[in-house]
Nanobody
Framework: QVQLVESGGGLVQPGGSLRLSCAAS????????MAWYRQTPGNERELVAR???????LYADSVKGRFTISRDNAKSTVYLQMDSLKPEDTALYYC???????????WGQGTQVTVSS
């Protein structure tokens, strides 16, 4: 099993920026894609951004133009640069990895992002 550890969350004022990191360890097979999800109390977990091994990206409409996902395959790390943060971005952010051969999902423990004045 791949172990995922998120970091970089915290408290930031509206309009501010944060960068989340997710480091993967214990990799036995190729990771086909990594992604960031977020969840708030009473709501379903939702996809924020995804990046494939080849580098293609997908963003939720709510964060498009403000968030940027990137990865360093050599370091087995994925990042989420969050700019122009809004209070509605407040959530627990989870790192996700899909691992071959069956694209099975693994999840990190989550890191809290709070946007408030």
């Amino acid at each position: 099993q791949v172990q995922l550890v998120e970091s970089g969350g915290g408290l930031v004022q509206p309009g501010g920026s944060l960068r989340l990191s997710c480091a993967a360890s214990g990799i036995k097979f190729t990771i086909s894609a990594m992604a960031w999800y977020r969840q708030t109390p009473g709501n379903e977990r939702e996809l924020v951004a995804r990046i494939t091994r080849a580098g293609s990206t997908l963003y939720a409409d709510s964060v498009k133009g403000r968030f940027t996902i990137s990865r360093d395959n050599a370091k087995s790390t994925v990042y989420l640069q969050m700019d122009s943060l809004k209070p509605e971005d407040t959530a627990l952010y989870y790192c996700n990895a899909r691992q071959l051969p069956f694209n099975q999902d693994q999840w990190g423990q989550g890191t809290q992002v709070t946007v408030s004045s």
